[in-house]
């Protein structure tokens, strides 16, 4: 496997902690933005200010604060913290990086084909909940630290939004979301088609379970005794008995020869 193969090669070069130290740097961001709101424009990533020589912005767009509220960048940056670590903790250090790096160049990439734009690193931290949420998906988030909610839903809904902006969004906007979820297919894709395929065969073997249940038989008539029916002998005679309940029928062998059926008496 080649994610393997990379860990062999690199694994020495991961950064451990590495969602600690993009929360930290984001942390001095939002506190420099209190002091100066010109600095957020100064460390975001704009391709043509990188073109003009200011490459530093390949590295301080990731320190962007989650907004400059100071409750919801609170919530955002315990979530990632949350999930981040998690993470870290299931891939390994490694692993996560090459996460986190395969976003950071899907965003970079995405910046540079519209190079006027201004790009954060948001869908690289929203790619960090979508892979939690696939991993832990009955996992219960309190929202604002008050609702509590699955967090499956949660990640539908981000997937209906990226769904609907990927429909009907410009090509910055399909562009956008496709290098925000490049990392997770990257990880999950195989997963997420194999789950897909499995979804579709159990359709499959529900709707013909539910037609044949719904399956009109494909005799007349069957004798209540042995089974035989008007298609495996069309020249048998049925009769059916008066005294049996149930309106049974009977092959002429068993007509007379049979247990009479009585609901509240029992069997003759």
Known sequence: MLINYLEKRFGRFAIPN???????????????QMVNPDVLERIVLIPNRVLDGEVQRLLTFMFVPPGDILFFA???????????????????????????????????ADGFLTPDGFITFGYVQASVFLAFAWL????????????????????????IGYG???????????????????NFFVFFGREVWQRLLNGRQMMRRQAKRIASARKEPDYFHICAVCGLTD????????RYCSRCNGNLAYCSQHLQDHNHVRNDEGDE
């Open 18 to 32: 590495l969602t600690v130290l993009l929360i930290a740097g984001q942390v001095l961001a939002f506190g420099a």
């Open 136 to 159: 832990n998906p009955y996992f219960e988030l309190r929202i604002m630290f008050i609702l509590p909610v699955q967090i499956r839903w949660l990640a539908l809904l981000t997937w």
């Open 231 to 238: 298609k495996s002998d069309p020249k048998m005679d049925f």
């Open 74 to 108: 609170l919530f955002a940056w315990y979530l990632f913290h949350l999930m981040g670590t998690a993470l870290e903790h299931y891939w390994g250090t490694f692993r996560y990086n090459l996460f986190l790096l395969i976003g950071y160049l899907a965003t970079v």
């Open 164 to 182: 609907y902006g990927a429909a009907t969004g410009t090509w910055e906007i399909k562009l956008q979301i496709a290098a925000a979820v490049l």
